[in-house]
Each structure stands twice: as C-alpha cells, then as structure tokens.
C-alpha cells in the first residue's frame, strides 16, 4: 500500500511501488483507523477528569485515529459557537488523532442550532433523562418534540441518550427508600424497560418531526428491538452499543464496582449474549466506546455507595482488542463486519465517509496494523487515562494494536507515542461533509 501526502495512494503488491519510507508490517492486518462516534474528553473545564493529551494517546494506543467528542462534561458544554471554539483550541493544543466534534441539543429554543451546523458538528446530542451534569439539559415530554423539529430544520442528526426519566426515577427512589447502597442497586435501578420506553417517545416524536435519529449505547435486547421497531414504522433511527456491555456482566460490576458504573447499566450475562446475537446478524449498526472519565476520586467515593460514584466507563483503548477476541476470536465476527462497525458504519454516520473510515485511494491514510494472534494483558502501566482507573486493566485480550497512523503520521507504535513530543500537534478538526 502506497501513501503520498497523507492519503491513501494505491494497494500495490508487496515490493511494488516506491517510497522514501517503509513499514515493515509482515504477519500483520491493516485495518482502516477505527472512528470512535462516542467520546467524553471533558477538556477544556474538567481536564482533570481526562483531557485530549489523555483521550488521544489512549486512542491512539487502541487504533483508534478520529474520535467524535461529545459537547458534555466539558465547560461550557458546545451548544453554540463560541463553546465550540473553545473546545477547538484546545484540542487543537493536545490531539495526536484527528477528531470531529458534536454539538448539544438542549432545548426547542436554541438559537444556535444553524451556527452549529455551518461550524460542520457531526450532529447533537439530547437526553432523554438527566445527564449528570446541571448545565446540560435534558429533553422531556413537553421539549422532546419541539427541539427535535428545530434540529431537523437546521438539517442535524440528533444522537439520543434514551433512558425514561419517569422509570428511572421510580426505580431510584423505591431502591433509595430500602436503602440499598449495593452495586446491584444500580443496576436494578435502570431496567431495559427505560431503554424500550424511551426509545419508543424517541420514535414517535422521531416520526413526527421526520428528524434523523441515532440511539448511542444500547445496552440491551429491549433497546435494539425497540429500534428496528421504529424503523419498521419509518423511524430514520440508527443504534450503537458499546464495548463494556459486550465484555462485562453483572458479576463483574459486583467484583470490580464504581469503575464499572455506567448508564445505561451493565446487564446479566444472558442478555450479553443476547446482544452479541444482535451484533453478530448485523442488527447494530456500530460500536463506540462511549469512553467517559472522571477523577479517581469520583469513581472511590462510591466504593460503599454506589449512587456517590460517578457513572462512566474508561474504555477507548480498549475498544478493538474487545472487539478482536470477544468478537473476532471467542464469537466468530467476521473481519469485515468488525471493520464495517468500528470505521465504516461510524464514519458514514458522523458524514465523514470516505475521507475517513475505509482504506482507499484519496481517503486519509489512517491505518490500524494489528496482530490477530497476539495474547496480552492490559497492564495499569500501559493504561493511558488520566484518573488511571479503568475496569479494563488486567483483563487480558488476543489481538493487539501494534502501530497506529494518523494521515500516514505514525502516532503509536509499540508502546511510543512518536508524534507526542513534537511541537506541533497531529490531531486536526474533521467536519461533517455535505450529506
Ligand atoms: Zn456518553
């Protein structure tokens, strides 16, 4: 394979072809870089919590060379243009991967929404029950549908957070009124049914509004039916799940505890498989690693509570070697379909398709070259988060990132990270291509 100036330039046979460098990648796959639609680097305002020198060597570590960040926990969170430049400087200061940036949706009111859209956002993000943080908003009954008219108006896909905020309350408050501190609490108190309903408003104010949808971490059956359901009945809907509902179950949330706190939460181990079924008949269009940090601090304060925890799971590196041996080697997900889930699908999604996402001539060379056979453990070391907390490390995987290129930039390789010493950042803006 051929790169001149970043780009992919032409697949040629082994020792064809001149160039004044070349990698030696015998033994290895070459995968397209892995887009990751799903990210929280919270910098600027809590980079405490992880920030984008952090988030891009993780991603970098994991093959993963564009990341779509999301506008929250960051301060203030990018629901207008000056939050969004913010927000690009500062990446602009620290990214070793290119990165594509989403906007927030938080009300029918918002003024910004054409601003957002000329400032080439890949799309927005809404919830559906609180989100954690005060200054971002979530849509509810009397909002959902107006804000959802007033995205689709200004021509964005709008990427929901479907959880129903009466459910989880309920479930909330009957387990809090028990006093149950236990990690199982948690889970209990986010059944799929607070996926299904929600999804089901989303789906009727979706068709309402004919507003183009994408359902972010299904973590369920329920949630995954529920939206081909409303796709049957002409719901523009897509879905995603994520690493950590692929890999863990409830069992691991009660031995591992606060790192392992997400919502929607970890399900039992049957309705894992049930969602790897789903994966593997092609019915989940992709997987990102919804990778969300926060301060160690956040995470122990839950230890004996888990309602004190903060919720989010560290996961962007370990987003294709989950995919490599709990999909590629333990359930037989062929290369192509585990290519088409974390490049392609996310690429066509956030409109970056084909400059990113596929391996082919005048797209940017982003390459992944991975060792399929490799058994290796992720040791605390090797974790590159800033809280230095993951419910990742120690788990061990087959199939190894070994090098990463951004733009035919090597930025990973082995262990190094080349292109983070230098004085000028690799990392670059990418936008949402006309759709
Ligand atoms: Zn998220």
């Keep these: 394979m051929l790169i001149a100036g970043g780009l992919f330039d032409a697949v040629v046979d082994p020792g064809h072809g001149k160039a004044f460098d070349e990698i030696e990648a015998r033994g290895l796959h070459v995968f397209p870089g892995v887009v990751d639609a799903h990210v929280h680097v919270n910098e600027p305002g809590r980079e405490e919590w992880e920030g984008w020198r952090a988030a891009t060597r993780g991603a970098a570590a994991g093959g993963v060379t564009t990341l779509a960040d999301m506008p929250l926990n960051s301060l203030p969170p990018t629901v207008d243009e000056d939050a969004l430049r913010a927000k690009e400087s500062s990446a602009a200061r620290s990214a070793i991967i290119d990165y594509a940036l989403w906007g927030g949706l938080t009300g029918p009111d918002q003024m910004s929404l054409p601003s957002l859209m000329v400032h080439g956002v890949v799309g927005l993000k809404a919830f559906l029950c609180p989100s954690g943080v005060p200054e971002f908003p979530h849509l509810d009954a009397s909002t959902l549908g107006p804000a959802l008219a007033a995205a689709a108006a200004a021509g964005h896909l709008v990427a929901v957070h479907a959880e129903d905020e009466a459910l989880v309350l309920k479930g909330t408050e009957q387990l809090q009124a028990m006093n149950r501190r236990d990690r199982a609490a948690w889970l209990e108190s986010r059944p799929p049914a607070a996926e299904r309903r929600a999804i089901e408003r989303l789906s009727d104010a979706a068709r309402e509004t004919r507003a183009r949808v994408h359902v972010v971490h299904a973590s369920s059956s329920a949630a995954v039916t529920a939206v081909h359901r409303a796709r049957e009945r002409g719901a523009d809907i897509t879905v995603e799940t994520?690493?950590?509902?692929?890999?863990?179950?409830?069992?691991?949330?009660?031995?591992?505890?606060?790192?392992?706190?997400?919502?929607?939460?970890?399900?039992?181990?049957?309705?894992?498989?049930?969602?790897?079924?789903?994966?593997?008949?092609?019915?989940?269009?992709?997987?990102?690693?919804?990778?969300?940090?926060?301060?160690?601090?956040?995470?122990?304060?839950?230890?004996?509570?888990?309602?004190?925890?903060?919720?989010?799971?560290?996961?962007?590196?370990?987003?294709?070697?989950?995919?490599?041996?709990?999909?590629?080697?333990?359930?037989?997900?062929?290369?192509?379909?585990?290519?088409?889930?974390?490049?392609?699908?996310?690429?066509?999604?956030?409109?970056?398709?084909?400059?990113?996402?596929?391996?082919?001539?005048?797209?940017?060379?982003?390459?992944?070259?991975?060792?399929?056979?490799?058994?290796?453990?992720?040791?605390?070391?090797?974790?590159?988060?800033?809280?230095?907390?993951?419910?990742?490390?120690?788990?061990?995987?087959?199939?190894?990132?070994v090098r990463t290129l951004v733009r035919g930039i090597t930025v990973f390789d082995d262990g190094e990270f080349p292109e983070d010493a230098g004085r000028s950042r690799v990392g670059r803006l990418v936008t949402r291509m006309g759709t």
């Design 242 to 401: 994520c690493p950590h509902y692929l890999l863990f179950s409830a069992e691991d949330v009660d031995r591992i505890g606060p790192a392992l706190k997400c919502a929607p939460p970890i399900r039992d181990a049957t309705s894992r498989e049930r969602l790897w079924q789903h994966v593997l008949s092609g019915e989940i269009d992709l997987v990102a690693s919804d990778h969300s940090p926060c301060t160690a601090d956040l995470k122990t304060r839950g230890d004996d509570d888990i309602w004190e925890a903060w919720g989010g799971v560290t996961g962007i590196q370990s987003l294709l070697p989950v995919m490599l041996s709990d999909g590629v080697h333990r359930r037989g997900l062929r290369l192509a379909a585990l290519v088409r889930l974390v490049s392609g699908a996310p690429a066509r999604l956030l409109g970056l398709w084909p400059k990113k996402g596929a391996i082919r001539a005048g797209a940017d060379a982003d390459v992944a070259l991975v060792a399929l056979e490799r058994e290796w453990t992720l040791e605390a070391e090797q974790l590159q988060a800033r809280s230095g907390v993951s419910p990742y490390v120690g788990r061990s995987f087959r199939g190894a990132v």
